[in-house]
């Protein structure tokens, strides 16, 4: 679902043709740009491997594709022609949408990875998928004018929070939004004439923190993620997201921590969620979820929750927080043990309690996990807070552009990516 950056040569160099050879460049050119921000053109010969005029070449022709741009690097002190700055350029973009319990949240971010715009559109109840294309098509259409003129847009990604089936964007079951084969994909391409795509919303995160965030340069990462609608998961092994054969994996959320707990919505028994939720810590605190800045609690920052569960001198809420990440230590050790990832990157409220307690989470998971997989294991908070969710769903729009540039950017503008 992800491209990172593709091998320079094709896998069969004996069937490579010179249009393959040019594809696979150009899409790691872009890539490159698009992930790692600025870069010179000698450092993406130094990347790539590739000599200096053929990146002149590949990055000449994205130019004119309005893919990246290039601005002088004005007088250099070493020896030799200073090299040229290559940057992706965000007029090239992708709208993002995010349904949540509370909320719809709809961004628009350009190529590069910088959200240029993030309305939050609130609702009074949980929205249904029409009530939810609704909203996002209306914000969408408000912004139609500047998307015309300013904007090529290469289509449309809905994180969900909720399991999506990975060919078509049908959202099998989303418990918290009470969504049941919902063909949302279909739905809001329908109302917007964009391309859309759907996926799970913490396997965007953690493709998000791979590319752009906290997990940059990892290639084994478990991407935890704590929101008002429960805990999702996302697993990168190998540099690639872990989809499952129908794009379920990572639901960690419902992993066992715990056999005499409660019973889950999913129906099973002592699930994470039903142990470590954002609900008891507000309870624990005595916090009202209408008191605070729920754009921050639901996007991934939770900035208000954690001062207030840092200051406060109750003991409960000291031992709810000791319970919580005991709990969450479980379903950390299992995942050491069975992925043997590189780096755990929490986010939500997932973060909060991390942050309160990092070297506790840190030592409780390296104590029972086993000592292999929990040596060079590293804990994070995500990187990207609340703009994570719209910089991984729009991930998923520029997918096929970055596949293949050429063919996608020649496309005219509004019929770009409809194929890919
Ligand atoms: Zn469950």
Request: hydrophobic fraction near 40%; charged fraction near 15%.
């Amino acid at each position: 679902m992800f491209v990172t950056e593709p091998p320079i040569f094709g896998s069969a160099s004996t069937a490579t043709t010179n249009d393959q050879t040019r594809r696979t460049n150009l899409s790691l050119i872009l890539s490159l740009v698009h992930h790692r921000g600025s870069l010179t053109r000698a450092e993406l010969a130094r990347v790539t491997g590739l000599n200096r005029s053929t990146v002149a070449t590949l990055t000449g022709q994205l130019g004119e594709l309005e893919l990246l741009y290039e601005t002088s690097p004005g007088t250099s002190t070493t020896v030799g022609r200073p090299s040229s700055h290559v940057h992706a350029n965000p007029a090239t973009a992708a709208l993002a949408v995010n349904p949540e319990i509370d909320a719809i949240t709809i961004g628009l971010v350009g190529l590069g990875g910088r959200v240029i715009k993030r309305i939050r559109y609130p609702t009074q109840r949980i929205p249904s998928a029409q009530e939810a294309t609704n909203i996002a098509a209306a914000v969408i259409d408000g912004m139609r004018g500047e998307l015309d003129s300013v904007y090529r847009i290469v289509g449309v990604g809905v994180a969900v929070p909720g399991l999506v089936r990975a060919e078509d964007g049908l959202v099998t079951y989303a418990p918290h939004l009470g969504w049941n084969d919902e063909p949302i994909a279909r739905m809001i391409a329908d109302a917007t004439g964009y391309p859309v795509w759907a996926a799970n919303d913490a396997s965007l995160g953690a493709g998000g923190e791979l590319l752009f965030g906290a997990g940059r340069g990892s290639i084994d990462l478990l991407y935890l993620n704590g929101g008002s609608s429960g805990i999702g998961g996302g697993v990168v092994t190998g540099g690639q997201l872990l989809t499952g054969t129908d794009g379920y994996a990572g639901e960690l959320g419902h992993t066992l921590v715990n056999s005499a707990g409660v019973r889950c919505h999913c129906g099973a028994i002592g699930c994470l969620e039903t142990e470590v939720s954002r609900q008891r810590l507000l309870d624990a605190a005595g916090l009202d979820v209408v008191g605070l800045d729920g754009v921050g609690l639901d996007g991934g920052d939770g900035d208000e929750l954690e001062a207030a569960l840092a200051e406060s001198r109750d003991p409960a809420v000291g031992a709810e927080v000791d319970r919580q990440i005991g709990f969450l230590s479980v379903a950390l050790r299992n995942a050491v043990n069975v992925l043997n990832p590189e780096r755990i990157v929490l986010g939500g409220f997932l973060a909060t309690l991390h942050s309160l307690a990092p070297e506790r989470l840190a030592q409780a998971v390296r104590a029972d996990a086993l000592d292999g997989p929990a040596h060079d294991v590293h804990i994070s908070a995500a990187g990207l807070g609340s703009n994570l969710l719209m910089i991984g769903a729009a991930e998923l729009a520029f997918s096929g552009l970055l596949a293949d540039p050429a063919r996608v950017a020649a496309k005219p503008s509004g019929l770009l990516a409809s194929d890919a």
